[in-house]
């Protein structure tokens, strides 16, 4: 099966920059797949601009899915996945986006082939182990990396393209 990296596009300009409150071990936790660091739902402040934009997807700190389009192909592929909800504030222009923390599985997939720095916060390019990854998952996040690597499958890929979502990209990933 063919997966991919799924990514919040970096040509926007403007893409709201999430200041996350809470310390680096609950963000730690929140990768490892521990969600009950964070509370069902939740108020992060953004930085405050009356240009910043609210992307279908946040991947910086926290894989976050704002409501619509690949929030529901999600849904479709994923309907056993849970969500924190999330409200994204910018206080002094007075705005507020809500969007989705998924309690997506955390899979130990990272081959030793991947080409990424010493600690594995960047990786140049994702090889999985397709031994550990079933062949009836369509998301997933990769573990045991100091990164947030969301991967989909190809159908699930394709549903979100369909539906014509314009802030996203996809990388594909190497499987061995």
Not at 157 to 175: G, K, M, N, Y
Request: hydrophobic residues 40%; contains cysteine; neutral net charge.
């Amino acid at each position: 099966m063919d997966y991919f990296v799924l990514n919040q596009d970096e040509r926007i300009p403007y893409a709201v920059q999430v200041i996350y409150p809470n310390s680096v071990s609950q963000r730690q936790d929140i990768l490892c797949g521990n969600f009950s660091a964070i509370k069902k739902s939740t108020v992060i402040k953004v930085s405050p601009s009356k240009f910043n934009y609210y992307p279908s997807i946040l991947c910086g700190q926290l894989f976050l899915v704002k409501k619509g389009s690949v929030k529901e192909a999600i849904e479709l592929y994923a309907p056993d996945v849970i969500s924190n909800t999330i409200y994204l504030i910018d206080s002094q222009n007075k705005t507020m986006e809500i969007y989705y923390l998924p309690h997506l599985p955390v899979l130990d997939c990272y081959s030793d082939s991947s080409k990424a720095n010493l600690d594995k916060s960047v990786i140049h390019e994702l090889v999985l182990r397709k031994d550990v990854v079933p062949n009836n998952i369509d998301i997933f996040r990769v573990g045991n990396i100091n990164t947030n690597l969301v991967v989909v499958s190809l159908r699930l890929s394709e549903s979100i393209l369909r539906r014509r979502v314009e802030d996203i990209s996809f990388s594909q990933v190497a499987t061995c």
